[in-house]
């Protein structure tokens, strides 16, 4: 559809009704000015009324400021059959013809009169959202016709600003995007750089790293266990869930220096060794969640409500779900066992055993069931880097990349100048692109890095999981009940700091 | 020295992939075992829709780059560098491997075909690519912004659009009430 087009449509859409018929509307709820007059001091040159007017009339003008204008989701009998056919027939992968003959533009959502249907926001400020995404829905009764997510509302040009930053200092720029999994988006910013660095990790690092994503693993599946089971009604597992969290986080404080946000995971290796008797806090974090999972699986695994509000909700094919380049635990709960860590191995994965969780039906209890054995596959990977977890250093030791240690700044002329350059100009990289992705808690995250070779990235993108998951929420929500959204929505898990970026 | 130069080997011997396409005058370099495809305007569609039948089933990423300082950049031969480039990244499950293609996008028409109809999945991905960049895919069925505000003026990923050179807009805040 041509941009002409949409726009003539948009004339026909109710959302962007005429300035008119707004006013009439207002009329009514205005004071009455002849009455307020009495109680004015007119001896006022401007009249205070007036003023009040415009305010008030400023004030219920929200449609047109929260308008988005041909972002936003139309009334199915605004747009055109052929428009609602390559809609449906484009997510279903039919061929035209096919798709003009499955689907009956007078059975489809065409026929619905505008009287008939009814557009709904869902968020962007509501709980169940998981930040400030919106969801336009379109219904029929109880019924969700169409859907269109309108994102955007957290974005703050973090590509944009990656350019900005050396290469040293872009760590704490792509830790901000998903801050449920900071970590992992340190990693995958650290691999794309050093891939463009030549340099060779040594192993300790690299299990650090292992270590520390598996962990990040554990702690952002258990709160989107948390906040799935509040979106259901179960705040039991709300707590439950951030109550294991909070284990999780407080190992993060005491190797990284902070909750989230950490900028630990560092082009070079890792910011600091793992601290003293870290063997001991990290068993008791695995040894504890493990069995607590087991609380879990009683809590809600086997509770009838539970699987009566999740079996057969939101079910996506695997073809559907590649189709749309759904990743992470979307695909794996349609039953496509694709891991990067396991098909495309990084870091040390091909030296740990652990198993590919799919699904079969891939309804919302299927992600749900992925995603909680994840954990216990998570656990796996970390009790075997606690018994293989090399020695030696933690980063590379070359003064281009990493700082010197703080004693030899005291000590050595050289060391100080090494510091000084690093902290305030960086380093340089080899001319050239590369895309590096990992398996993120949510997906394939990936960071595609052009360089200039200069010390900072001349473009710098992130392929966010939860952005492009996002695509599935129409697939998924399409004939499903009001009801049903929240919990399909939540079993998507999209965090909107990576969506929007 | 650039990682092409230490990488790519111009292997007379074509690659398995190439081999197995249907087109023939492709320019492709391989660097580090993954296969680069410089595709000119008529060949992207033709050569999109035949990966994605060798096996190439999921459109991984795509994203657009604003060469705008590096108009003459190293190319390879038979290309000829353009200020945009549509870059996508597809992924085999079968093969476990990935392609890339970087299309070569003119200033003066940003216009790109739409992968929409051989990968749904790139939908939101080229809406994201026109609305900080600028490129219009063409046949997209909702080519409009998808992160910035409908009124944004500009694209912002540009290099010609500065850092702070538009200062923060917000929509007209509401008065007191």
């Known amino acids: ?501 | 020295m650039t990682v092409e130069d230490q990488n790519i080997e111009d292997r007379p011997a074509e690659n398995d992939i190439v081999a197995s396409l249907p087109i023939k005058g492709l320019i492709y370099t391989e660097s580090a075992g993954t296969v680069t495809f410089f595709p000119s305007q008529s060949q992207y569609l033709e050569l999109t829709n035949a990966l994605k039948g060798a096996s190439f089933v999921t459109c991984s990423d795509l994203c657009a780059v604003d060469y705008l300082r590096h108009l003459e950049r190293p190319l390879p031969s038979g290309v000829s560098p353009e200020r945009f480039e549509v870059v996508v990244q597809l992924l085999s499950l079968s093969r476990k491997q990935r392609v890339r293609i970087r299309l070569q996008i003119p200033e003066e028409n940003p216009h790109a075909p739409s992968l929409f109809y051989i990968y749904p999945g790139a939908e939101n991905m080229e809406r994201e690519a026109f609305d900080l960049m600028g490129i219009v895919f063409d046949e997209h069925p909702d080519m409009t912004r998808i992160l910035m505000p409908h009124d944004w003026e500009g694209h912002p990923l540009r290099k010609d659009y500065s850092v702070g050179r538009v200062p923060v807009q917000f929509k007209e805040a509401p008065g007191p009430r």
């Open chain 1, 1 to 501: 559809m041509s941009k002409g087009d949409r726009e003539n449509d948009l004339e026909l859409n109710p959302f962007s009704s005429p300035d008119g018929e707004n006013e009439t509307d207002v009329d009514e709820f205005l004071p009455n000015t002849e009455e307020a007059d009495d109680y004015v001091d007119v001896s006022e040159e401007d009249d205070p009324d007036e003023d009040e007017t415009d305010l008030l009339y400023a004030a219920l003008d929200i449609e047109s400021e929260t308008d988005e204008g041909d972002q936003e989701l139309d009334f199915s009998s605004a747009t055109s059959p052929v428009e609602l056919l390559i809609e449906q027939g484009a997510v279903l992968r039919l061929p035209e013809d096919a798709a003009l003959d499955a689907l009956d533009p007078d059975e489809s959502e065409a026929s619905f009169g505008e009287d008939e249907t009814m557009i709904i926001n869902l968020g962007p400020q509501h709980p169940s959202t998981h930040g400030v995404l919106r969801v336009m829905l379109e219904l029929e009764g109880e019924t969700v016709l169409r859907s269109k997510p309108v994102i955007g509302y957290l974005h703050t040009g973090m590509e944009k600003t990656a350019e900005e930053l050396t290469y040293v200092q872009g760590a704490t720029n792509v830790t901000r995007m998903d801050y449920l999994s900071p970590l992992n988006n340190e990693l995958v910013w650290s691999l794309a750089v050093e891939s463009l660095l030549d340099v060779e990790m040594p192993p300790r690092a690299t299990w650090i790293r292992m270590l520390m994503s598996e962990l990040n693993r554990i702690s952002s599946h258990v709160m989107w266990a948390a906040t799935n089971g509040m979106d259901l009604a179960s705040t039991t597992m709300m707590i439950f869930g951030f109550r294991e969290r909070e284990m999780v986080l407080s190992f993060f404080e005491k190797t990284t220096g902070l909750r989230m946000n950490h900028n630990y995971i560092r082009p070079g290796g890792v910011a600091a060794d793992l601290p003293d008797g870290w063997e001991d806090d990290v068993e008791v974090i695995i040894d504890t969640i493990s069995s607590r999972l087991d609380d879990y699986d009683e809590l809600l695994t086997g509770q009838p409500i539970f699987r009566q509000r999740t079996e057969g909700v939101g079910v996506m094919s695997a073809d559907l779900a590649l189709a749309l380049s759904a990743t992470g635990p979307v695909l794996r709960a349609a039953g496509v066992p694709w891991d990067l860590r396991k098909d495309m191995p990084y870091l040390a994965y091909e030296d740990v055993d652990f198993d590919v969780v799919v699904g079969t039906v891939g309804d919302t209890f299927d992600r749900y069931a992925v995603r909680l054995n994840e954990i216990r596959e998570s656990i796996k990977i970390v009790r075997q880097i606690l018994e293989k977890m090399p020695s030696g250093d933690y980063r590379v030791q070359d003064a281009k990349i990493t700082p010197p240690p703080r004693q030899r700044i005291d000590q050595s002329m050289e060391a100080l100048i090494h510091h000084f350059k690093l902290f305030t100009r960086g380093f340089e990289t080899l001319v050239g692109e590369s895309y590096v992705a990992i398996e993120s808690p949510r997906g394939e995250l990936g960071c595609y890095l052009v360089s200039d070779g200069s010390n900072k990235p001349y473009r710098m993108h992130i392929r966010g999981p939860s952005f492009v998951n996002l695509q599935s929420v129409p697939a998924l929500l399409r004939g499903s009940l009001l009801a049903d959204t929240i919990a399909i929505l939540s079993s998507v898990d999209p965090v909107l700091g990576e969506v929007d970026r």
